[in-house]
């Protein structure tokens, strides 16, 4: 009976410490640029080791008749540059936008994602 308790007692404890143990998490920056309404420029990546890497796209948008099927354009674009991350399994964390003009009204996406190993 002892050796029952005992075998119990230490496949509880082997359990415990086994499921405490968590994975590393790795997260990434991408911040996409975009100099004006019908261009997006720049994407660059930033890992957790702060490497990064500087991306040219120059995608030209065509603004349609309404203001929508251009929103869908950019939206169809953005999630295009992004699908790489999330076939790898980056998962969304945040994301924020941030619009300003100096001369012409300039856009920046801002996406953090992370993901466990």
């Known amino acids: ?6 075998l119990i ?20 920056n991408i911040t996409i640029y975009s ?4 261009h997006i420029d720049n994407m660059i990546v930033t890992r957790t080791d702060s490497a990064q890497k500087i991306t040219d ?3 030209i948008l065509h603004p349609g008749s309404s203001s929508v099927k251009f929103l869908a354009q950019q939206d169809n674009a ?6 790489p991350y999330y076939d790898k399994g980056w998962k969304l964390v945040s994301f924020t936008t ?7 009204p300039s856009q920046m996406f801002y996406y953090y994602l992370s993901k466990d190993e």
Not at 1 to 6: E, P, V
């Open 98 to 104: 941030y619009i300003y003009s100096f001369k012409f």
């Open 57 to 59: 796209l120059k995608i």
């Open 35 to 38: 100099p004006s309404e019908r």
């Open 1 to 6: 009976m002892k050796k029952l308790l005992i």
């Open 78 to 83: 953005l999630l295009q540059l992004l699908k």
């Open 9 to 28: 007692l230490a496949l509880a404890a082997g359990y415990n410490a086994f499921a405490q143990q968590k994975s590393k998490t790795r997260y990434m």
